[in-house]
């Protein structure tokens, strides 16, 4: 095998894993609008916020920071990712 070979077989491993954890980032944060989304829509069902709402509210909150901290890791990997294909 030659060089340019496996230099070109590298590219396209890191590429390739590049683009599974941008798949994976845009999966996880429309599961996790679409739940926000059903959550916001529980909590003003009734068109008032009473505290009732409070559980509703932090479980928000929640997924909320779970999501910025997985997208945030995720980019991380990709950057590595595409940093080791270039």
């Known amino acids: 095998m030659e060089k ?3 230099y070109l077989k590298l590219f396209q491993e890191y ?3 590049a683009r599974h954890h941008e ?3 845009a999966t996880v944060t429309g599961f996790f609008s679409a739940l926000a989304a059903g ?3 529980v909590v003003g069902i009734d068109k008032v916020l009473s505290v009732a709402d ?3 509210a932090l479980f928000l909150i929640v997924i909320g920071v779970f999501g910025c901290i ?3 890791k995720q980019y ?3 950057y590595v990712c595409m940093e080791r294909a270039r």
């Open 4 to 6: 340019a070979d496996l």
């Open 15 to 17: 590429t390739s894993e």
């Open 23 to 25: 798949q994976q980032r």
């Open 39 to 41: 959550i916001l829509t």
């Open 54 to 56: 409070i559980p509703a």
């Open 70 to 72: 997985f997208s945030a």
């Open 76 to 78: 991380e990997r990709f």
